[in-house]
C-alpha cells in the first residue's frame, strides 16, 4: 500500500460508490497528500524529477486502485442485476400465464360478444343496403331486394338493435314500395315512349318506302318516254341518213354516169387522135421509107451494086422490123 495515496480500507471505498459525491473527499485527501510528498522538492534537479515523477505514479495507482473497486462492484451488480432480470421474467411469464388462465372465460365471452355484434352490425348495413337502390335499377332488380327484405325476421336474435333494426327494416321496405311505384311508372312511360317511337320509324319508313316507290315510278316513266324519244330520235335519224345515203347514191351514180360519159367522149376523142395520129404515121413512115428506098436505089446505082428495087424493098422491110442489128430508121 505504499505507493497507494488513498487510506480508507477497501470496504468504506464500497460504501462511497453508493453516495452521490461521495469520493470527493478522498480525491482531496490524495490531492493533499501528493502536494505534502512534493513539499521541498524541485523539478530543476534530476532527483527532484524522479520525485514528482515517483508522485505522480502514487497518484495514479491510486486512480487504478479506486477504479478496479468500481469495477469489481459493477461486475457483481451486473452479475446480480442479471440473475434479478431473470428472476423478473420468470415471475413475469408465470403470472401472466395465471393471469390469461383467470381471465381465460371473459376473453371467451368478449370474443364471443364481439363476433355477435359484429353480425348484427353487418345483418344491420344489410337491412340499410336496400335504402341504396335507386330509380336506375331495374323493376327486377328493386322486386328481388324487395323479396330477399320481407325473408328477412326482424326478432329477439338483433338483441338491444332489435327496435332499431325494427325502424330500418320499415324505412328499407317503404322506399322499396315507393321506388318500385316509381320504376313501374317511369318503364310504362318509357314503354309508351318507345312505342310512339317505333309508331314514328314505321310511318316514316312506309312514307320513305312510298316516296322510293314513287320516285322509282317517276324514273321508270322518264326512262320510258326517254327511250321513245331516243327510239324515235333514232329512226328519224336514221330515216334521214337512209335519205342522204340515197340522195348521195344518186350523186354518186349521176357523177359516176356523167364520168362515164366524158371518159367515152374522152376516149372515142382519143381513139379519133390516134387514128388520126397513126394515119399521120403511117404516112409519115411511108413517106421516110420512101426515101429510104429511093436512096438505097441511088447507092446501089452509085456503087454498082446490082440492087433493083425488089430487093432493095426486101432490104428496107428487114431494117423496118429490127431483123438486123444495130440498123433502124429514125421516122
Not at 95 to 124: A, N, T
Not at 145 to 152: G, P, R, V
Not at 237 to 264: G, M, T, Y
Request: aromatic fraction near 4%.
Amino acid at each position: 500500500m505504499d505507493v497507494l495515496l488513498v487510506n480508507k480500507k477497501e470496504d468504506a471505498l464500497l460504501e462511497l460508490f453508493k453516495k452521490k459525491d461521495g469520493f470527493k473527499p478522498v480525491i482531496e485527501e490524495v490531492r493533499q497528500q501528493a502536494y505534502k510528498l512534493l513539499s521541498g522538492h524541485t523539478a530543476e534537479t534530476e532527483k527532484g524529477r524522479k520525485h514528482f515523477a515517483s508522485v505522480a505514479y502514487k497518484v495514479a495507482r491510486s486512480k487504478t486502485y479506486i477504479d478496479d473497486l468500481g469495477k469489481n462492484l459493477v461486475a457483481d451488480a451486473k452479475k446480480q442485476i442479471s440473475l434479478v432480470d431473470a428472476e423478473r421474467k420468470s415471475i413475469k411469464d408465470q403470472l401472466d400465464l395465471l393471469k390469461s388462465e383467470i381471465r381465460k372465460p371473459v376473453d371467451e365471452f368478449e370474443k364471443k360478444e364481439k363476433e355477435r355484434l359484429e353480425k348484427l352490425k353487418m345483418r344491420m348495413s344489410q337491412l340499410e343496403s336496400f335504402k341504396s337502390l335507386t330509380i336506375e335499377n331495374t323493376l327486377v332488380e328493386i322486386q328481388k331486394a324487395t323479396d330477399e327484405l320481407t325473408n328477412i325476421k326482424i326478432d329477439d336474435s338483433f338483441g338491444g338493435f332489435k327496435m332499431e333494426a325494427e325502424r330500418i327494416y320499415s324505412d328499407s321496405f317503404e322506399h322499396l314500395v315507393k321506388l318500385s311505384q316509381k320504376r313501374k311508372k317511369l318503364d310504362d312511360e318509357q314503354l309508351e315512349l318507345e312505342n310512339l317511337r317505333k309508331e314514328k320509324e314505321l310511318k316514316e319508313q312506309k312514307e320513305r318506302e312510298e316516296k322510293i316507290k314513287k320516285e322509282a315510278e317517276e324514273r321508270a316513266r322518264k326512262e320510258e318516254q326517254e327511250k321513245i324519244k331516243a327510239e324515235k330520235e333514232k329512226a328519224q335519224k336514221e330515216k334521214i341518213e337512209a335519205e342522204n345515203k340515197l340522195k348521195e347514191a344518186e350523186r354518186r351514180a349521176k357523177e359516176a354516169e356523167q364520168r362515164a360519159i366524158e371518159e367515152l367522149k374522152r376516149k372515142q376523142n382519143a381513139e379519133k387522135e390516134e387514128e388520126k395520129r397513126r394515119a399521120e404515121n403511117v404516112e409519115h413512115q411511108r413517106k421516110i421509107n420512101r426515101q429510104a428506098l429511093d436512096d438505097l436505089m441511088k447507092v446501089s446505082s452509085d456503087f454498082d451494086l446490082g440492087i433493083d428495087k425488089k430487093k432493095a424493098m426486101i432490104l428496107l422491110s428487114a431494117i423496118v422490123n429490127n431483123k438486123i442489128s444495130n440498123v433502124s430508121l429514125k421516122y
